[in-house]
């Protein structure tokens, strides 16, 4: 029986173009600089973005660190979102490799208004750790993809620009958030000093984040990913998926959006599923548990069927389509899906 995976769009195979462009990449040491296709895709990406330079490192959570660094010193605070990626996801390493601690704030859906971060500001007691920095993340996993207005990000730049805070965005999925609304990643990158985007999620490649921001932040962004172990030698094989999927995949990620609207009103038609598909804006999907089961038992009951998600709290379940799932799966999936949901 064929599993169809909905557990995350990390699980995605390169496909035949990507592997061949891989086998095809020119190479070098890029810790001496000197890997072309590294270099080329460094630049591409600052192009996309409007900065002026890019780092390419293993994973999102190497890069928003590496961020978190750059901006704090030992004993300063940044302001995230509760439920935000920084926060939860990434084994305390704000605490362990920065000294910083996250003062976090519960959004609506994800998402900080201006108000909420400039409320959270602190005065400058000696007692008080001192706010250095502001991260937002968008699209919003935890959230269930939600997209960040523009004007709300704009809004929330001028009040950490106004209070001297360094501003850092989370977007290892930026380009859904573009797939999504038709904004430019240029555009939605624009308040921020530095930006993370994720090459092997929707993209689909196997591995990658880059890091963008000024040319003096990714200076010292090259010194610390060589100090968390992030030093890549002939790494242009990989970079030469991530160039593959900028051309090939990016605009590919509205239909894994088309999916997850199917998915979603198919599974909030199940009498245990508490779910309104209006709240589906990309391609990741939250819904609750309201039949007394908790949600390790209902994905144990949906992988026996042949369908794959993973729990997000005790009665909450996270699903996202990518690449790799057609029209045909997502269909198949509900079916499936019926005798244990139903």
């Known amino acids: 029986m064929k599993s169809i995976d909905l557990r995350s769009d990390t699980v995605t195979k390169p496909s035949k173009g990507m592997l061949a462009a891989m086998s095809a990449a020119e190479v070098g040491d890029d810790v001496f600089g000197e890997d072309p296709t590294v270099n080329r895709l460094q630049n591409e990406v600052a192009d996309l973005l409007g900065k002026e330079s890019a780092v390419f490192v293993p994973s999102g959570t190497m890069s928003n660190q590496i961020a978190v660094r750059i901006h704090t010193s030992p004993g300063e605070e940044a302001i995230a979102e509760s439920g935000c990626h920084i926060r939860n996801y990434e084994s305390g390493a704000a605490a362990a490799l920065s000294g910083v601690s996250i003062c976090s704030v519960d959004g609506k859906r994800g998402i900080l208004a201006a108000e909420q971060v400039a409320s959270h500001i602190r005065k400058g007691y000696e007692w008080e750790p001192r706010p250095r920095l502001v991260c937002l993340e968008n699209t919003h996993n935890k959230a269930g993809g939600t997209v960040y207005p523009l004007e709300t990000i704009q809004e929330i ?9 360094a501003f850092h965005l989370d977007g290892a999925r930026l380009w859904n958030a573009t797939a999504a609304t038709g904004i430019s990643e240029k555009d939605y990158a624009a308040p921020f000093d530095t930006i993370s985007v994720c090459l092997s999620k929707g993209l689909g490649t196997p591995i990658g984040s880059v890091l963008v921001g000024s040319s003096d932040h990714m200076l010292q962004a090259r010194r610390i990913r060589k100090m968390l172990g992030g030093g890549m030698r002939q790494v242009g094989i990989l970079a030469a998926a991530g ?24 599974l909030a038609a199940f009498s245990c599923v508490t779910l309104d598909p209006d709240d589906v804006e990309t391609n990741i999907i939250m819904f609750d548990i309201n039949d007394g089961r908790d949600a390790l038992t209902i994905i144990s009951e949906l992988s026996n069927a042949g369908v794959r998600m993973v729990a997000f709290g005790p009665k909450t379940i996270r699903v996202t389509t990518h690449r790799d799932i057609s029209s045909e799966d997502i269909d198949l999936a509900l079916e499936r899906a019926f005798t244990v949901l139903n």
């Open 157 to 165: 730049g001028h009040v950490a620009r106004e209070n001297h805070l």
């Open 243 to 266: 160039l593959y999927a900028l051309e090939h995949h990016r605009g590919e990620l509205a239909q894994d959006h088309e999916k997850a609207s199917v998915l979603a009103s198919g």
